[in-house]
C-alpha cells in the first residue's frame, strides 16, 4: 500500500531509511521480499562507530548489485554541509535529551516530500506507543497529520486521497517486540551490524544522551570520540565568549561532566542558565 501511494503520490518509489541498526536491517529485507520498487536512504551523522559506516558501505555495495538505489544523505544546517562537530558551536549548547537538535539536523531533515520506511517500533518507548503510526504523514499544518494504527481506522480514506505534500512514513515493524526482531533476523539469517555481536543493544550516534550510562562504555571503546566531543564543546564556548555570552563552565571538559552529567562537577549549570536556549525555546 504504501509503495502504491508513493508512486501515486509522488511519482517516485518508496524510500527505506537505513540507519545500519537491526529495525532497518528487518525493514529492508521486509521490503526486499514485497516485491516493490524502493530506494534505501542513510542519513550520515558523522558520530557513528566505524563499524556501522563500514557496516552500511557494504550493505549498500550488494544491494546496488542488484540494481537497487543507494544513497547516502549529508547533513545540511542553514545552508552548508555540517558534522556534529561543526554544529555543536552553531548551535552555542550541548545537545540533550530536552535538546536533540543534532537528530533533527543530521536524520530527520532528508528525503523531503517522499513516502518513507522507518524501523520505529512501539516497544522502544512510552511516547512512540503514543505518538506513532503505521501510517504517517507529517505536514506543515500539525492539525492535517494523520496516524493510522489499524486497517479499520476509520480515517483511512481519508489519508489515502490527501494530496498535500509532505514526508510520508510508513512503520511496517511499529507494534514488533524486540524478540520478534531477533527471531526475524536469526530465522532469516540477516547480515547485522558487528557491533550487536560485542555487546551493543543500539547503534546509533556514540555518546548519544539517550544511551544513558552506556556512553561511557561507548567512549571507553571510542576514545577518539570523546576528544571530539571536547574540542566541539571547547569550540562553542569559544563562539560564545567572543559573542560577549558568559557561562559557568571553565573548560571545554567541564562541559563534557555536565554532559555526561556527573553530578560532582563544580559549577552545575542547567538549559534554563543558556541565554540562547531560553531565547530560542520562548523560556
Not at 44 to 71: H, S
Not at 91 to 116: A, M
Not at 255 to 283: A, H, P, Y
Request: hydrophobic share 35%.
Amino acid at each position: 500500500m504504501a509503495s502504491e501511494m508513493s508512486l501515486r503520490l509522488y511519482g517516485r518509489p518508496l524510500v527505506v531509511t537505513d540507519s545500519g541498526g537491526k529495525d532497518s536491517a528487518v525493514c529492508r529485507e521486509i521490503v526486499r521480499r514485497a516485491g516493490i520498487p524502493f530506494e534505501i536512504h542513510h542519513n550520515l551523522t558523522t558520530a557513528d562507530a566505524p563499524q556501522t559506516i563500514y557496516y552500511v558501505r557494504n550493505t549498500f555495495r550488494k544491494l546496488e548489485l542488484e540494481g537497487v538505489p543507494c544513497f547516502v544523505n549529508y547533513p545540511i544546517y542553514k545552508g552548508q554541509r555540517v558534522t556534529m562537530w561543526t554544529l555543536i558551536p552553531m548551535k552555542k549548547f550541548p545537545p540533550t535529551r530536552l535538546q536533540r537538535y543534532c537528530c533533527q539536523v543530521l536524520k530527520e531533515n532528508s528525503c523531503r516530500d517522499r513516502f518513507i520506511t522507518t524501523g520505529v517500533r512501539w516497544a522502544e518507548s512510552v511516547k512512540r506507543k503514543n505518538n506513532r503510526g503505521v501510517f504517517e504523514n507529517f505536514v506543515s499544518d500539525p492539525s492535517r497529520k494523520i496516524i493510522l494504527n489499524n486497517d479499520n481506522d476509520e480515517n483511512r480514506r481519508l489519508f489515502e486521497n490527501c494530496e498535500l505534500k509532505g514526508k510520508r512514513i510508513c512503520n511496517p515493524i511499529v507494534d514488533w517486540l524486540d524478540r520478534d526482531v531477533w527471531e526475524y533476523i536469526r530465522s532469516e539469517r540477516l547480515e547485522i551490524n558487528p557491533l550487536y555481536e560485542v555487546g551493543f543493544y543500539r547503534v546509533g550516534c556514540l555518546g548519544c544522551p539517550m544511551a544513558g550510562k552506556n556512553r561511557w562504555t561507548e567512549f571507553r571503546l571510542f576514545p577518539t570520540y570523546q576528544r571530539a566531543y571536547i574540542r566541539a564543546f571547547g569550540k562553542m564556548l569559544d563562539v560564545i565568549h567572543a559573542g560577549g555570552g558568559k557561562t559557568k563552565w571553565r573548560t571545554p571538559e567541564d562541559v563534557f561532566s555536565w554532559w555526561m552529567e556527573e553530578k560532582t562537577i563544580e559549577g552545575q549549570i542547567s538549559l534554563f542558565d543558556m541565554s540562547d536556549w531560553t531565547k530560542s525555546n520562548k523560556v
